[in-house]
Structures are given as C-alpha cells and as structure tokens.
C-alpha cells in the first residue's frame, strides 16, 4: 500500500514537472504575430480516472481539434474533438478510439479564456476521467 501511494506521489510530480515545462517552452517559442495566425491553439490536460491519472496534449485549429491522451493500464488514445465557438467560452464534443482494450471514448468539454493569450479548460473523456485543460493562443 504504501508503496503504490508513493509510486502516485512520483507520478503527479513528473506530470507537474512537465506541465511547468511545456508552458514554458510554449511561452519561450511564441511566434510573430504574422505566423500566429496559422499555428493552433496547443493544451496540456492532466486527470485522472478510478485513481489513476490521465495525462492528455492537444491542439485545436479552425473549430476541429486532436487529442492524444494516455489512460488507465497505460492505455493510449487518440481523440477527434469538434468545437462550437461562442462569445465567452468554447464547448466542444468529440470520439476516440484507445489501445489495451478500452475501445472506443467519446468526451465533451469547455474552453474559457483566462487572458488574451491563456485559456483554461474542463472536460470528461470516458476512457481518461474528468481532466482540467491549460493551453496558450497565439
């Protein structure tokens, strides 16, 4: 018992150490206003499901967006996510197909922007659990 608590403590400090890293490297590398207009809007999710946790990165271009996500028993995945903009935040839906025999996840979300550049974001996958998203608009 003890040591599948510390095996967690381990795994929630290499996602919060590549959390911190991946915004970093986003704000490093943000291109020129010129080229920002082609580039998608990248995320980084973390979340967890039946105690484990769930790590997801996306991207999202012209109301259509990807996912990749690892879930439980190390299963990957990949989602198609469509998104419907609105004034103030962006719901979006989508269907994935994971590996390990989890089949087939479908996954509905929200995206709120926190600054002109900074999003924020809530959303469920059925294979992954429920996930907070934090991504960066050029």
């Known amino acids: 018992m003890h040591q599948l608590v510390e095996e967690n403590h381990v795994k929630v400090a290499i996602i919060a150490k590549t959390l911190i890293t991946s915004i970093g490297l986003l704000a490093v590398f943000t ?3 010129a080229l920002a207009q082609l580039i998608p809007q990248p995320w980084v999710s973390v979340g967890g ?9 996306g991207a999202r271009a012209l109301n ?3 996912e990749l996500g690892i879930g439980p028993d190390s299963a990957a995945g990949v989602d198609v996510l469509k998104f419907f903009s609105l004034p103030v935040i962006s719901p979006y839906v989508g269907i994935g197909l994971y590996s390990e025999d989890k089949g087939v996840a479908v996954s509905g979300g929200v995206q709120v922007g926190a600054t002109d550049n900074v999003f924020i974001g809530a959303g469920y996958n059925s294979i992954r659990g429920f996930n907070g998203q934090l991504g960066i608009r050029f």
Not at 49 to 57: E, F, L, P, S
């Open 49 to 57: 499901k039946d105690g484990d946790i769930t790590y997801a990165v």
């Open 31 to 33: 291109p020129s206003q």
């Open 64 to 66: 259509f967006g990807v």
